[in-house]
T-cell receptor, first 115, second 112 residues
Framework: AQKITQTQPGMFVQEKEAVTLDCTYDTSDQSYGLFWYKQPSSGEMIFLIYQGSYDEQNATEGRYSLNFQKARKSANLVISASQLGDSAMYFCAMREGTNNNDMRFGAGTRLTVKP | NAGVTQTPKFQVLKTGQSMTLQCAQDMNHEYMSWYRQDPGMGLRLIHYSVGAGITDQGEVPNGYNVSRSTTEDFPLRLLSAAPSQTSVYFC?????WGDGYTFGSGTRLTVV
């Protein structure tokens, strides 16, 4: 069963504006971690941000923040002040349990930043 | 630090051939994983490991074997290549459970 769902195949945003990329997840574990990765057209995979299920505060890393709504099982990525270099595929991922390296990815969202 | 090193970067195999994709990291990471990425799709987990001597199957393990004899190395073996295994393969590692992965640069494999 699909555990990570990204419903937006593609998104457009104007340069300097903020954008939210959606991610919902399904798990029965109490302990889990949520991750976002970026894949530019060059093909490399870049880790952006992490949110633990027990973290009370939303994670932030520079222009990236994670809007974590546990009851809704959503972990949306917010990118503020978009830049042309933000154009890429973005993947949401989840690790369940502890000491478990089974990380599953969503299908991704392609973000295009318009000048 | 070299990070996560994957070799080769490109490979063409004939159906039925076997080969090993190499993955090495020099960051003393315990967690290592192999993924495949098909065009327009996300990453699918093949096999993973939480430390030397410990491996487990992911969501698409058929046709692949792994071993983890050292912390540094996590090779992926294709037993008898099939055209369905044409894909980009990524190796990834992290220090512990709450860390994001560091990815290798990928191996583009074509099976003809």
């Amino acid at each position: 069963a699909q555990k990570i769902t990204q419903t937006q195949p593609g998104m457009f945003v104007q340069e300097k504006e903020a954008v939210t990329l959606d991610c919902t997840y399904d798990t029965s574990d109490q302990s889990y971690g949520l991750f976002w990765y970026k894949q530019p057209s060059s093909g490399e995979m870049i880790f952006l941000i992490y949110q633990g299920s027990y973290d009370e505060q939303n994670a932030t890393e520079g222009r990236y923040s994670l809007n974590f709504q546990k009851a809704r099982k959503s972990a949306n990525l917010v990118i503020s002040a978009s830049q042309l270099g933000d154009s890429a595929m973005y993947f949401c991922a989840m690790r369940e349990g502890t000491n478990n390296n089974d990380m599953r990815f969503g299908a991704g969202t392609r973000l295009t930043v318009k000048p | 630090n070299a990070g996560v090193t994957q070799t080769p970067k490109f490979q063409v195999l004939k159906t039925g051939q076997s080969m090993t994709l190499q993955c090495a990291q020099d960051m003393n990471h315990e967690y290592m994983s192999w993924y495949r990425q098909d065009p327009g799709m996300g990453l699918r987990l093949i096999h993973y490991s939480v430390g030397a001597g410990i491996t487990d199957q992911g969501e698409v393990p058929n046709g692949y074997n792994v071993s983890r004899s050292t912390t540094e190395d996590f090779p992926l073996r294709l037993l008898s290549a099939a055209p369905s295994q044409t894909s980009v393969y990524f190796c990834a590692s992290s220090y512990n459970w709450g860390d994001g992965y560091t990815f290798g640069s990928g191996t583009r494999l074509t099976v003809v």
